[in-house]
């Protein structure tokens, strides 16, 4: 049975336990950190693909012995064994701290490579524990992730101090389509597991072997379209998730729209519901329990879905012209009378 469930920042998504089945959603009320992806609907995949499903990861770390005062700087680190475009952490410099973070990397032979669009700041100098690491991922199908975008990793294990769980910035996508570099020093070795997402469309669960998909960009608009066929029609999770759904097809009669029952009070949510159907007839919005709301033909309603039914939380409008310009995604601040249409 799918279920609607609630979250405050995608951490609190992250953790929730379930169990979940596949097309389960959860609404999660907004942006809470750098990195944290925003708020917005997203539905549970299911188990983890093979695109998602971390097989191995290993590590690679060398020791820097130069760091040129030019720009791009120029690493030296005796026989490195980096390819170009790989995604490496450069730690410990000193005079020329402007190496010191995670970058993309141009091999200029088996000794020396560049970071990419660096800017010098001192003359190195040597002392200290000056490092060059990066960690090759692999995945049991492509993973499809973009280069220089965020990898999201949980659920590895490892020994030895083995930790790659985060998020990491650049991403670079490997050398197959089933691997990928990360800028991260660690040190051991993985063991099993793990899962791996964009960090904003793909949302790997900390605690289920599962990710959580994106329904619709926060800030864009997300839309369903479902014919009533003049009949009572039935939405899905996945369906419900958009934050508006329109009804269209010709009516002979006043038909029922169900809407998935939210799983407790906590989990209630939102959604713009437009009766797009020509022949003149209302829609009954209902989501099988409780109060229901009849939605005059060409009317738009912004309606709540709770434990206690369906109820407006603005007025709605005779409007038949179709929308989609300028909505928020859910979890952002908005006004609800104040929409353009």
């Not at 791996?196 to 369903?224: C, F, H, M, Q, Y």
Request: proline share 4%.
């Amino acid at each position: 049975m799918t279920a609607i469930y609630a979250a405050t920042t995608i951490a609190t998504l992250r953790s929730l336990t379930g169990p979940f089945t596949a097309g389960d959603a959860a609404d999660v009320d907004g942006y809470a950190a750098m990195g944290d992806a925003g708020g917005g609907t997203f539905c549970f995949e299911g188990t983890a693909p093979g695109s998602a499903t971390i097989t191995n990861a290993i590590v690679s770390t060398k020791a820097i012995t130069g760091a040129t005062n030019a720009s791009p700087i120029v690493i030296t680190a005796t026989a490195h064994g980096f390819t170009t475009g790989q995604s490496v952490l450069v730690s410990g410099v000193l005079g020329n701290t402007a190496a010191i973070g995670a970058s993309l990397i141009t091999v200029l032979d088996v000794n020396t490579f560049s970071l990419n669009g660096s800017t010098e700041n001192g003359t190195w100098s040597s002392g200290g524990t000056q490092q060059a690491a990066s960690v090759t991922v692999t995945t049991s199908a492509s993973h499809g992730l973009a280069q220089g975008c965020h990898a999201m990793i949980t659920r590895t294990t490892g020994t030895g101090g083995f930790s790659i769980n985060g998020t990491w910035l650049p991403l670079r996508a490997g050398t197959s389509a089933s691997t990928f570099t990360i800028p991260c020093s660690t040190s051991g070795s993985y063991s099993t597991g793990g899962l791996v997402g964009d960090a904003t469309t793909s949302i790997p669960s900390n605690a289920v072997n599962g990710r959580w998909l994106r329904a619709g960009e926060p800030g864009l608009d997300s839309k369903t379209t479902k014919p009533m066929n003049n009949i009572n029609q039935t939405l899905s999770i996945a369906e419900a998730a958009n934050a508006v759904i329109k009804a269209t097809g010709t009516l002979t009669a006043t038909r029922r729209l169900t809407f998935p029952a939210p799983s407790n009070e906590t989990a209630s949510y939102e959604r713009t519901v437009h009766n797009a159907c020509t022949g003149g007839w209302s829609l009954t919005i209902t989501t099988g329990v409780g109060q229901t709301f009849d939605l005059e033909p060409g009317a738009k309603a912004e309606l709540e879905f709770n434990t206690s039914g369906v109820a407006p939380v603005a007025d709605y409008v005779l409007d038949p012209r179709d929308f989609g310009c300028g909505r928020h995604g859910y979890g952002a601040e908005r006004s609800r009378r104040d929409q353009p249409w």
